[in-house]
């Protein structure tokens, strides 16, 4: 199992551009598939983008072109570089990691997106 621990989440205008981090403690880190989610105040968590162990990648519709994910296994972390941040994009971003019968999950990382 692996532990998983967020950064890069901050306050930027409209428009910005923030990366957030997810590094990973644990073994067999490049088997996992990796994932952003986030949750804004009174919504469900929702999968902002998805990467497998094998490569491929998903996002969901409202940050296609914009968000970008990417996995460095050499050092066991997941990247989210997030472009033309909207207002909307405000929300605690998780990182997420699974594969065969194990699952886990950070503590969340705040992104606020405002002038």
């Known amino acids: 199992q692996v532990q998983l621990v967020e950064s890069g989440g901050g306050l930027v205008q409209p428009g910005g551009s923030l990366r957030l981090s997810c590094a990973a403690t644990?073994?067999?880190?490049?088997?996992?598939?990796m994932g952003w989610y986030r949750q804004a105040p009174g919504k469900q968590r929702e999968l902002v983008a998805r990467l497998t162990s094998g490569g491929m990648t998903n996002y969901a519709d409202s940050v296609k072109g914009r968000f970008t994910i990417s996995r460095d296994n050499a050092k066991n972390t997941v990247y989210l570089q997030m472009n033309s941040l909207k207002p909307e994009d405000t929300a605690v971003y998780y990182c997420?990691?699974?594969?065969?019968?194990?699952?886990?999950w950070g503590q969340g990382t705040q992104v606020t997106v405002s002038s």
């Open positions: 997420k990691a699974d594969r065969t019968l194990k699952e886990s």
């Open positions: 644990g073994s067999a880190f490049s088997f996992y598939n």
